[in-house]
């Protein structure tokens, strides 16, 4: 068994989200009490499934993003204490039909919803935690927030389309690779940040800031997370390390080291992740091949070239704490361990 490399220190890395827990710490209780209020039902199982996946330890960082962006433009109200939890809703369907379509079986360290109640209860919860979160939005009363989130709703759905595509296909290119991450996970965490300008009020180059600080953020985010199947720790992640190998996945590592390699370690990945057949061995290999071609270290330079975006589109905004709330948020995502 190979060795297993840590990519950062998670004491320093959980330092740099504090500012941002701390900022948002009142305003997240509220959103907590809403996302235990909005997922009850007279169904009981729609709110035992959903109790299991909101309670399982996600650290919330899209809904933080959209406390925290609403304070950076001055808004006012409980309007983004609503969107937040829409938010967090769009987000936790996702997760929810993510898990059925990759057919996961550890989600942030418990066993998915799918194994414990079934595939079709898991995708019909997801759904009905989206009509909650666009009930949400509605109340809210912004069109242009309801603009935003639902075009991400749209946007994701594409991507995880994509992201079918892609599966098992060794010919997927890093531009490629990115549409799918651009529009799975980026998608949101732009949407996110920015209807905090959107229902402040403010201009459409404040709103324009926002989306690509979330958006460069989120690819950062999940070019860390891909680079992390391949080099962290399971008791950390919530999951099997190597569950994109298992999964058939082409994420950034697999991509450079299949495009940097020799015809021999081609025809590994082909066998493995094309054609499905993986052995016992096959994954320390997969780390071993990802590493001789610097695919790791690779990977984790575009995620810090993403965060130096998203830091540069904060720019416009004068300095302080909430400011700098967010930069410690792109700090945690570009380093964090799990």
């Avoid at 919330?60 to 808004?75: E, Q």
């Avoid at 993510?98 to 989600?107: I, P, T, W």
């Avoid at 690819?219 to 190998?245: M, N, R």
């Amino acid at each position: 068994m190979g060795i297993v490399v840590k990519l950062s220190d998670s004491r320093d890395t959980n330092a740099s989200l504090a500012p941002l827990f701390a900022l948002v710490e009142e305003d997240m209780a509220r959103v907590n009490q809403f996302i235990l209020d909005k997922a009850r039902s007279n169904v009981d199982l729609i709110p035992e499934l959903a109790r299991h996946l909101i309670d399982s330890g996600g650290k919330r960082l899209r809904p933080m993003l959209t406390i925290a962006a609403s304070k950076l433009c001055g808004y006012e109200g409980d309007g983004h204490q609503w969107l937040a939890t829409a938010v967090e809703f769009m987000h936790t369907a996702t997760l929810l039909h993510d898990d059925v379509v990759d057919e996961s079986s550890l989600r942030r360290g418990k066993t998915t919803a799918r194994l414990l109640w079934g595939n079709e209860a898991s995708v019909l919860v997801g759904d009905y935690l989206l009509g909650q979160a666009f009930k949400m939005m509605v109340e809210v009363g912004s069109l242009g927030a309801l603009r935003i989130l639902s075009d991400a709703a749209a946007v994701i759905a594409e991507g995880e389309v994509m992201q079918l595509i892609t599966a098992n296909n060794t010919d997927t290119t890093e531009d490629d690779y990115l549409a799918v991450i651009e529009a799975k996970t980026a998608a949101l965490f732009a949407a996110a940040a920015e209807v905090g300008a959107v229902i402040a009020d403010r201009p459409k180059s404040e709103a324009a800031a926002l989306r690509s600080f979330g958006r460069n953020l989120g690819v950062a985010f999940q070019l860390v997370d891909d680079a992390l199947d391949y080099s962290g720790e399971q008791s950390e992640l919530g999951k099997s390390v190597g569950d994109d190998f298992r999964d058939g996945k082409i994420t950034l590592p697999v991509v450079l080291s299949y495009r940097r390699g020799s015809a021999e370690d081609r025809r590994f990945w082909e066998r493995t992740l094309k054609q499905g057949e993986i052995g016992d061995d096959d994954l320390q290999t997969a780390i071993d091949l990802i590493a001789k071609h610097n695919a790791l270290a690779d990977t984790m330079e575009r995620a810090r070239h993403y965060g130096a975006i998203a830091r540069d589109a904060l720019a416009i905004f004068p300095d302080g704490d909430v400011k700098s709330a967010l930069l410690g948020a792109i700090e945690f995502s570009v380093n964090r361990p799990y």
